[in-house]
């Protein structure tokens, strides 16, 4: 099965950035969706952004990060980043990569590849 593992966690100042990424092995991606969710300490899992494979390749960002996060990814490489700019303390979360075939959603439930998650914690 696929592989998904994520790096770039951390610990970061309120109004910094950090940059998550998450590299896929095990199969050829290129037209599968990845994406992000994240879990906030006592929260249910929400999703943050998700990026469509080579044939649609529009974007969705969560309006809770619209404007501050930005998804993007490398096909030939198999990885997937998300740059995260203006950080707040409510961004404090494990961030986990995930993946799926077919076309972009937002339901955690439709995504049946999952990463370990990275952990960023952000600062007041």
């Known amino acids: 099965q696929v592989q998904l593992v994520e790096s770039g966690g951390g610990l970061v100042q309120a109004g910094g950035s950090l940059r998550l990424s998450c590299a896929a092995s095990?199969?050829?991606?290129?037209?599968?969706?990845m994406g992000w969710f994240r879990q906030a300490p006592g929260k249910d899992r929400e999703f943050v952004a998700a990026i469509n494979g080579w044939t649609l390749s529009n974007t969705y960002v969560a309006d809770s990060v619209k404007g501050r996060f930005t998804i993007s990814r490398d096909n030939a490489k198999n990885t997937v980043d998300l740059q995260m700019n203006s950080l707040k303390p409510e961004d404090t979360a494990v961030y986990y990569c995930?993946?799926?075939?077919?076309?972009?959603?937002?339901?955690?439930?439709?995504?049946?590849?999952w990463g370990q998650g990275t952990q960023v914690t952000v600062s007041p």
């Open positions: 995930v993946a799926k075939s077919g076309s972009l959603t937002t339901k955690m439930e439709n995504y049946v590849y």
């Open positions: 095990g199969r050829t991606l290129s037209s599968y969706v």
